[in-house]
C-alpha cells in the first residue's frame, strides 16, 4: 500500500508517517519510481509506534524495542527481547524524574501564586 493508504488506515498524517521512517521505525519498500510501499503489518507497527509514543517513549528507544513488543487485544505486551526491559525501566525513571521536576516547579508556581496581593491560595 503506499502512504496514502497506510495514512488513512491509522489516521497517522503522511508527514508523520515519513518522519517515522527517518527515524528508522518504518521501513517501507521503495518502488522504481521512488513512491513507498508499505505492507499490511506496517498498520499495525504504527499503531505500536503510537501507543508506545503514548507511553512518553523517545523515537530512539521506540526503535529499539518496537520489534519486542505486540499488540495483544489492545494491550502492548512486551516480549522477551535482549536490552527490552532495561529501557523501558530506564524510561520510566526518566519519566518518574520529570514529573518530580514538574511537581517542585508546580509548588513553587503556586507559593508566587498565593503571594500576590489580593490572591487567595
Known amino acids: 500500500m503506499r502512504i496514502g493508504a497506510l495514512s488513512r488506515a491509522t489516521g497517522v498524517s503522511g508527514r508523520?508517517?515519513?518522519?517515522?521512517?527517518?527515524q528508522g521505525l518504518l521501513r517501507p519498500r521503495r518502488l522504481p519510481n521512488g513512491y513507498r510501499e508499505y505492507a499490511e503489518s506496517d498498520v499495525a507497527a504504527v499503531a505500536r509506534i503510537r501507543a508506545l509514543l503514548a507511553a512518553g517513549l523517545p523515537t530512539a528507544v521506540i526503535a529499539d524495542v518496537l520489534d519486542?513488543?505486540?499488540?495483544?487485544?489492545?494491550?502492548?505486551v512486551p516480549v522477551a527481547c535482549p536490552g527490552v526491559?532495561?529501557?523501558?525501566?530506564?524510561e520510566d525513571a526518566r519519566l518518574d524524574?520529570?514529573?518530580?521536576?514538574?511537581?517542585?516547579?508546580?509548588?513553587?508556581l503556586g507559593e508566587l501564586l498565593s503571594a500576590l496581593p489580593g490572591r487567595q491560595g
Request: proline letters at 0%; aromatic letters at 6%; a negative charge.
Open 97 to 108: 524524574a520529570a514529573i518530580a521536576r514538574l511537581s517542585t516547579a508546580r509548588s513553587a
Open 85 to 90: 526491559v532495561e529501557h523501558l525501566e530506564r
Open 68 to 76: 519486542c513488543v505486540h499488540d495483544d487485544g489492545g494491550r502492548l
Open 16 to 22: 508523520l508517517l515519513r518522519y517515522y521512517e527517518e
